[in-house]
């Protein structure tokens, strides 16, 4: 990988219509390094990812993104270190898997070949549906395709809201390897999630209570 | 605030001041007769109705460079007071057209840019109370301050063209010369100044009074208070 | 490697490319706009039953069809986004100005079409005869590009509100008279065979060009926080 991405959340603070989320969250993150968000539905941890990802705004706070531990990464290019699987990313449906991925990867500015899509595609299980409009897809499929969409952008950092909803065994398992797989090649995780197997790949955690 | 009290008595004062000179020392004018007096409210509001427009695109910019909340409030209080005035200057322009050309309106060049300017003042409010997030309403009113501030030039620009005017030359033509006889040019000045003032007074007062709003809402949901 | 790195122009044209295949696969917009246009001209051409119209009115009437439709249909290129909750995708990977960019060209494309669907249509109706059609074409074309660049920008201003529809229209009218008015003023003296003057043009793509830059300026504010 080209290059990696070290997190720093400083004082990270969100209050969500006068309500207080969270507050001082302080927590730095290298490459390689695993985090998990834990915590009970509505406690914010899909906020929190949204924020890092820049989405959404802190309250006080800030969220400062390195490029290989030393450049900050503005706003602007942010999309092209951060990968975020969420529930909320939602695919065009009149276009097919593979017309999704191919135009998301060129809207964040880069053009993969269409065989390392393909083979993305198949790496999760989708290289029969591959031509199929996405509007055909089940709930499953389309979280299926949120990873491959993963491995084509390939970023350093990647956020994982809940990663594994409406997976199989077989998908479940697939997450696993990936993310295994991830940590190895030194990219930075964020996890929110309520699986306790999920959280075992932690290297450090927050609880959202 | 004791300062702001002992402004708010002088400008009172100015005011009656200026409210005085404008009936009782402002001598009435050949062909426009008493109905000039109407004059001395007239250009200060159309005056300040443009100032504040002005004032809420620059707090605008302020915003989107800082993405502090202070300056959206600032740029949303202007605009408000803007309206306000607008709606002041169109009506006795309305009331001044009436009397002396015999009809309220006419689109007239001058009319058609204050009623111009006060739907895009209506635009931006309609467009503040559809967004409830208070960072995006800023966000978003902020840009669309701007954008109307960059499309203003192109009006003063096209609708004189189009229109014949009725409406008096302004002030200072285009020769720079001042064509005003001098008891009416400082009561006008001093007209001018005393509203600036009272703009000022009545922004420092709003702008108080929705801060203390917002803070009061900040506060209130630590103590449990939460809906 | 298995990617290469592309520029911002580039990611433009896919955001283009998507909104077009998307358009040709559901044929929404272009359907919604056709059949508006007709409904529009058709009442109007009733209503008048043959009657002449001075050219001062008939550019007044092609004016407010055309910027009626532009009201009726080039809101969806950002609410449909923000519907279907793809609006979160879009903000999470694509460049904004790519995003401007390519919504901007698809929105002139889309009024470019209705409005050569609407000028054949327009002058059988009511029964005007045009001698200087290249003038017209400009006043169209550039006429048009303002309205579509405007529109872009309070789209994605209105997809972040509550109120979408009627906003639009609020929002976008105001900033648009200037352009309007002098459109109208050139089209009517094409219509009567004289040829406008420089200024006229001049102020037109002026104004295009002034308000394409401002909403490049103000795109960014909006589309990161």
């Known amino acids: 990988m080209e290059h990696s991405v070290t997190v720093e959340l400083v004082d990270v603070t969100k209050y969500y219509e ?31 990812l949204k924020i890092i990802s820049g989405l959404v705004k802190t309250s006080s706070g800030k969220i400062n993104l390195r490029c290989n531990a030393n450049r900050l990464i503005s706003p602007c290019e942010r999309a092209k270190y951060i990968g975020f699987v969420s529930p909320e990313l939602v695919f065009y449906k009149s276009l097919t898997g593979y017309e999704n991925i191919d135009f998301i990867a060129k809207a964040s500015g880069m053009a993969a070949l ?96 | ?135 995006q309403r800023a966000k978003i009113s902020s840009a669309y301050s701007l954008l109307s501030i960059v499309v203003m030039p192109f009006l003063v620009f096209v609708i004189p063209r189009y229109y014949s005017s009725l409406h008096p030359s302004p002030v200072i033509n285009s020769a720079a010369k001042i064509a005003m006889d001098p008891v009416m040019l400082y009561t006008l000045i001093a007209a001018l100044l005393v509203a600036s003032a009272l703009f000022r007074q009545l922004f420092i007062y709003y702008i108080e009074r929705t801060r203390r709003r917002d803070l009061a809402q900040k506060d209130s949901p630590e103590g449990g208070g939460r809906l | 490697m298995h990617t290469k790195k592309l520029t911002w122009p580039n990611s433009a044209w896919a955001i283009l490319y998507k909104d077009l295949l998307c358009e040709f ?8 706009l056709t059949m508006f246009t007709l409904v529009t001209l ?57 995003v401007l960019a390519g919504k901007l060209l698809f929105n002139i494309l889309l009024l470019q079409l209705v409005t050569a669907l609407l000028i054949p249509l327009f002058l059988i109706f009511l029964n005007i005869e045009v001698h200087l059609w290249g003038q017209l074409v400009y006043v169209l074309f550039f006429g048009t590009v303002g309205v579509a660049a405007v529109a872009t920008l309070t789209a994605f201003m209105v997809s972040c509100t509550n109120a979408k529809g009627s906003l639009f229209t609020v929002i976008t009218f105001p900033l648009l008279l200037p352009q309007f008015l002098t459109a ?41 926080d």
């Open chain 3, 184 to 224: 109208i003023a050139a089209t009517e003296q094409i219509l009567t065979d004289m040829i406008p003057s420089w200024n006229e043009c001049f102020f037109l793509a002026g104004y295009d060009a002034t308000v394409i830059a401002a909403a490049s300026l103000l795109f960014d504010y909006l589309w990161y």
């Open chain 1, 114 to 209: 269409p065989e390392f899509i393909m083979a993305s595609l198949q790496r999760v299980g989708l290289s029969g549906q591959a031509h199929e409009p996405v509007i055909n897809y089940s709930t499953g499929m389309r979280q299926r395709l949120k990873f491959a969409l993963l491995l084509v952008l390939n970023p350093p950092l990647w956020l994982l809201d809940e990663p594994s909803s409406n997976l199989d065994t077989a998908g479940k398992k697939l997450v696993a390897d990936l993310i295994h797989k991830a940590l190895t090649r030194s990219t930075s995780i964020i996890l929110a999630t309520n699986e306790a197997e999920e959280a075992n790949y932690a290297h450090q955690k927050i609880n959202l209570a």
């Open chain 3, 25 to 32: 696969r559901t044929r929404y917009a272009l359907g919604t």
């Open chain 2, 1 to 135: 605030m004791l300062n702001h009290r002992i402004s708010n008595i002088i400008t009172a004062l100015a005011a009656v001041g200026v409210i005085y000179a404008v009936f009782f020392i402002v001598p009435p004018v050949e062909g426009l007769g008493e109905k000039v007096r109407i004059v001395f409210f007239h250009i200060p509001a159309a005056w300040i109705s443009v100032m504040a427009f002005v004032l809420s695109a620059l707090w605008a910019l302020r915003y989107l460079n800082t993405h502090q909340i202070e300056y959206d409030r600032k740029s949303a209080t202007a605009a408000g007071l803007g309206f306000f005035f607008c709606l002041l200057a169109t009506i006795s322009g309305a009331l001044f057209a009436k009397i002396t050309w015999g009809a309220y309106w006419n689109w007239d060049p001058r009319q058609t840019t204050i009623f111009i300017l006060l739907l895009l003042y209506g635009a931006s409010f309609a467009l503040r109370t559809a967004i409830h997030d208070i960072d």
């Open chain 3, 42 to 98: 058709s009442g109007i051409s009733m209503t008048l039953a043959g009657a002449a119209i001075s050219s001062s009115i008939a550019a007044m009437l092609l004016w407010i069809i055309l910027f009626f439709c532009a009201m009726a249909g080039l809101a969806r290129t950002f609410v449909y986004e923000q519907e279907a909750g793809t609006l979160f995708t879009l903000r999470l990977y694509a460049n904004g100005q790519a």
């Open chain 1, 18 to 48: 006068n309500k207080c989320l969270f507050r001082n969250i302080s927590k730095k993150l290298l490459p390689g390094e695993c985090l998990t968000v834990t915590g009970p539905n509505g406690s914010g941890k899909s906020t929190l």
